[in-house]
């Protein structure tokens, strides 16, 4: 069974930092993709980052170019998105999902079917 568990969330000050960790089981990092998404309260769900093992490539929202870095723990099955000079507009729940199979998850955001609870970041002014 596939599962997803998200971490790292929490309270942060303008211009501060968080690691999110995803935590995948159920699947091994041979072909597939990780995205991560927020959504904030009244807005629609943004990707914000994903990282796939079609070609290795990665995926930012221009929202977050240079200020997020997402990469991939193969042995212990664990994505992580580093958060830096972050921003109140970063305040949003955020979620991992995962396409455990195709690789093409970054490329097909459809392949992403699995998803974890999410993960609480606000940030304060």
């Known amino acids: 069974e596939v599962q997803l568990v998200e971490s790292g969330g929490g309270l942060v000050q303008a211009g501060g930092s968080l690691r999110l960790s995803c935590a995948a089981s159920?699947?091994?990092?041979?072909?597939?993709?990780i995205a991560w998404f927020r959504q904030a309260p009244g807005k629609e769900r943004e990707e914000v980052s994903c990282?796939?093992?079609?070609?290795?490539?990665?995926y930012y929202a221009d929202s977050v170019k240079g200020r997020f870095t997402i990469t991939s723990d193969i042995p212990r099955n664990t994505v992580y998105l580093q958060m830096n000079s972050l921003k109140p507009e970063d305040t949003a729940v955020y979620y991992c999902?995962?396409?455990?199979?195709?690789?093409?998850?970054?490329?097909?955001?459809?392949?992403?079917?699995?998803w974890g609870q999410g993960t609480q970041v606000t940030v304060s002014s």
């Open positions: 159920g699947f091994t990092f041979d072909n597939y993709a």
């Open positions: 999902a995962a396409d455990p199979k195709t690789g093409y998850g970054c490329y097909d955001p459809r392949t992403l079917g699995y």
């Open positions: 990282i796939g093992s079609v070609d290795g490539s990665t």
